[in-house]
């Protein structure tokens, strides 16, 4: 759901909202196939929220971690009982007050993004050979300032989208101020992740390197994800 409008967003931009935390969570590049468009467009058509879906992803990738299981998700099928699991549950009310039905329950909303604001500031002191601490400082504060402002009726997933934007935001502004030896190790990460990228659309590599910088800085600096789940 667009934060500005409250539309559902365009079938482009609900794919690529999935495909983002897809890769995220996979922590390697990732192209949407045939089949997994063809999956998303039938969860966008039957009604199910972009944050449904996303939520089912981080929950199938965590239980994964948990279960400390080898290799790698190869493709957003893997997913597709946890998305049709997770929209049944919150259909229904099943999934809890404090996670499922958030629409109606806006002052759940409120005292997550209080917790979320509290996590962010707590990362602050970290990493500060990676970063002058005062950039960091301010720029975890401006965030954090920006998610206690955040209107507590809004819907969960108007909310979701502006808590994307502030992360996306902050890290942008904390890449910029790594230090030499912190950007160079990012930017590898990044370049090895990535791999061979001849022959894909520039883009596509683009949103698999802005997708993949964002975890990676965010990782580096012991940033909490800017989310309510």
């Known amino acids: 759901m667009s934060a500005e409008t409250g539309e559902p967003p365009d079938e482009t931009a609900y794919a690529t909202g999935i495909e983002e935390v897809f890769i995220a969570e996979r922590g390697t590049p990732f ?9 998303i467009r039938g969860w966008r058509e039957s009604g199910i929220p972009v944050g449904t879906v996303i939520r089912a992803v981080r929950e ?5 971690r948990a279960r400390g299981a080898a290799g790698r998700i190869s493709s957003i099928s893997y997913c597709a009982d946890a998305v049709e699991e997770r929209w ?19 002052a759940g909303i409120g ?30 504060e401006k965030a954090a300032s920006k998610i206690e402002a955040l209107p507590q009726e809004a819907s ?13 935001a902050l890290v942008r502004r904390l890449a910029k101020a790594l230090g030499p030896g912190a950007e160079a190790a990012v930017e590898s990460r990044v370049a090895e992740a990535l791999g061979e990228t001849a ?10 390197r802005r997708a993949l910088t964002r975890r990676e800085v965010r990782l580096r600096l012991a940033l909490p994800a800017l989310t309510l789940f």
């Open 156 to 168: 969960f997933e108007e909310t979701e989208a502006k808590l994307s934007d502030l992360e996306a």
């Open 31 to 39: 192209l949407l196939s045939a089949k997994d468009w063809q999956l």
């Open 199 to 208: 022959g894909i659309p520039p883009e596509i590599v683009d949103r698999m």
């Open 88 to 106: 049944q549950m919150e259909r229904r009310g099943l999934v809890g007050r404090d996670e499922g039905r958030r629409d109606e329950n806006p």
């Open 111 to 140: 005292v997550r993004l209080k917790l979320l604001a509290g996590a962010l500031r707590s990362a602050a002191g970290a990493a500060v050979a990676e970063i002058d601490p005062e950039i960091l400082r301010k720029g975890i």
């Open 60 to 64: 199938t990738f965590a239980r994964r």
